[in-house]
């Protein structure tokens, strides 16, 4: 079901017309602030490339075929009420000879103004697209569409190089594959292309960071990998392959023919024709770069122009992961001075456990970082049913992409705001416990019971809990809980989840509470 665009939303929509997909894209912000939502993605598999003859014009039949798409397009927007629409086109009609023409009759006929995107455009929104949505420092994006493929290299988050390449995954099965799928021959005729085209790059070369792929093929590749390894997790932005993986890929589809390739679970049938093709072009890559692994960004051309189309109103001083738990806290309507309590105590108690076990080492910067966030949005999941709030909280969470956030900081994250006692720990973390070592995970259920605390001493959400003193007397732990007013349910409450923490560390926790 698609959700409601209130009339104060800004909506945005955006189209790009693609060599292989034609898409119209529509965001909308719920309220300044807060980021733009996706609320409808149109693909259509126009294949705009092979209506571009050998004299590189676009026939009138491809022409025909943009015009059709386009307004099926315009009744959408005008369904939404959208009138900030950008246009843009990439490679197939850049390397038009009759492109002015195109460009002219978009307009003439639909009203649209079409933006041909240049090659240091369509690489700069690419790269604009990755640093805002992943905290990556240092970089090489690779956007394959499918007539051409657009590289960057960035270091401290800025843009230091870029390239265009004429091919793509589309393009690459038109000039080399005569069949569906290409030969062992092909392949070889392929990467022998590819090579010669990334010689004339010598920034690419050895850089030992992330390769990280924006793009249908790259999207493509990520679900079809998390299909055959059973990952237990939705969502691609920000999953991690390293070249085995890609290796691996390749040797599990060799077998495979062109009817079983578009029957495969995680691959798009349009892309059965293009997916060899473009593993090869991904596989060089890590090789020459020596990439030390190859992120994922579900987000690239389209969220570059939106991010930059709305860049004065970015607050640059905001981490992305602030920024997401923002918007979590808006989508579940979180009472923002219940959670500044909450992660006021919890700040509180986790400081001073530090100081009573010296646990100053053990716990690090990252693991405070971590508990004030969960805090903000712990057991989130009541939104939906009080009942069964951990179980909520921990499918949401770690089903839902967190900007700034790995795969695996997303279940930490998830594991801490759920936690409910060690049982459920375990229960949720099953398929996830080789990623962390048993010390990762004793700690997480550490922060979780510091949360279960602090979650009692706010049970009225009156914010009544003014100050907290813990000390060490006689073997015991005394916590003085300083209030301004009625604490009988917070004092019941505590009583009912101090147990938690207590058999963490090992102690016997006394409540003191006094106004």
């Given at each position: ?71 099926s397009f315009q009744l959408l927007l005008h369904h939404y009420k959208v009138t900030d629409i950008t246009c843009v086109a990439t490679a197939t009609i850049r390397q ?343 010390e990762e995970q004793k700690k997480m259920c550490l922060l979780g019971s510091i949360l279960k605390v602090a979650q009692s001493l706010n049970i009225t959400k009156r ?53």
């Amino acid at each position: 079901m698609k959700r409601v665009i209130h009339t104060l939303e800004r909506k945005v929509g955006i189209i790009d017309i693609g060599s292989n997909t034609m898409r119209l894209v529509i965001y909308a912000q719920p309220q300044e602030g807060l980021p733009f939502k996706e609320v409808e993605n149109i693909k259509m598999g126009v294949r705009l490339r092979t209506y571009l003859n050998a004299e590189q014009i676009v026939s009138d039949e491809g022409i025909s075929l943009l015009l059709d798409t386009l307004h099926s397009f315009q009744l959408l927007l005008h369904h939404y009420k959208v009138t900030d629409i950008t246009c843009v086109a990439t490679a197939t009609i850049r390397q038009a000879k009759n492109r002015e023409k195109i460009l002219h009759i978009v307009q003439e006929r639909t009203g649209f103004t079409l933006m041909l995107l240049n090659e240091y455009e369509e690489a700069f929104y690419g790269y604009i697209a990755v640093i805002h949505s992943t905290d990556i420092k240092e970089g090489i994006t690779v956007d394959m569409g499918g007539g051409s493929t657009e590289i960057t290299y960035f270091r401290n988050r800025k843009l230091l190089e870029y390239c265009s390449l004429p091919f793509g995954s589309l393009s690459l099965k038109l000039d080399f594959v005569k069949g569906s799928i290409p030969t062992e021959e092909e392949k070889e005729q392929i990467r022998q292309y590819v090579r010669a085209q990334l010689e004339g790059i010598p920034w690419i070369f050895n850089k030992e960071i992330p390769l990280i792929g924006m793009g249908g093929s790259a999207r493509n590749l990520a679900q079809l990998q998390q299909h055959l390894i059973n990952y237990p997790l939705a969502g691609i932005h920000q999953y991690e392959m390293d070249i085995s993986t890609i290796q691996e890929a390749q040797e599990k589809l060799k077998p495979l023919t062109f009817p079983e390739l578009q029957k495969l679970e995680g691959l798009s049938r349009e892309r059965a024709d293009t997916i060899l093709p473009s593993l090869e072009v991904f596989d060089l890559l890590l090789d020459s770069s020596k990439s030390t692994k190859f992120i994922i960004s579900k987000k690239g051309l389209r969220e570059g122009i939106l991010y930059n189309k709305i860049a004065e109103q970015d607050n640059v001083s905001t981490s992305l992961v602030a920024i997401s738990i923002e918007e979590i806290m808006h989508d579940f309507h979180i009472n923002i001075d219940n959670s500044r309590q909450m992660t006021k105590i919890a700040n509180v108690i986790l400081k001073q456990v530090n100081k009573i076990k010296e646990m100053e080492e053990y716990i690090t910067n990252q693991d405070t970082m971590l508990l004030k966030q969960a805090a903000c949005i712990f057991h989130l999941g009541k939104y939906l049913n009080e009942e069964s709030s951990s179980h909520h909280t921990f499918y949401l969470l770690s089903n839902r992409s967190i900007l700034g956030f790995s795969h695996r900081e997303r279940i930490k994250l998830a594991l801490i705001a759920s936690y409910k006692g060690k049982r459920t720990f375990r229960q949720y973390i099953e398929p996830f416990k080789d990623w962390y070592t048993q010390e990762e995970q004793k700690k997480m259920c550490l922060l979780g019971s510091i949360l279960k605390v602090a979650q009692s001493l706010n049970i009225t959400k009156r914010n009544v809990v003014d100050d907290i003193k813990i000390s060490s007397k006689n073997g015991d732990w005394v916590m003085d809980i300083q209030c301004h007013d009625d604490y009988k349910p917070e004092e019941y409450r505590i009583e009912k989840q101090k147990k938690h923490l207590e058999k963490l560390l090992k102690i016997s926790l006394i409540p003191n509470f006094y106004c």
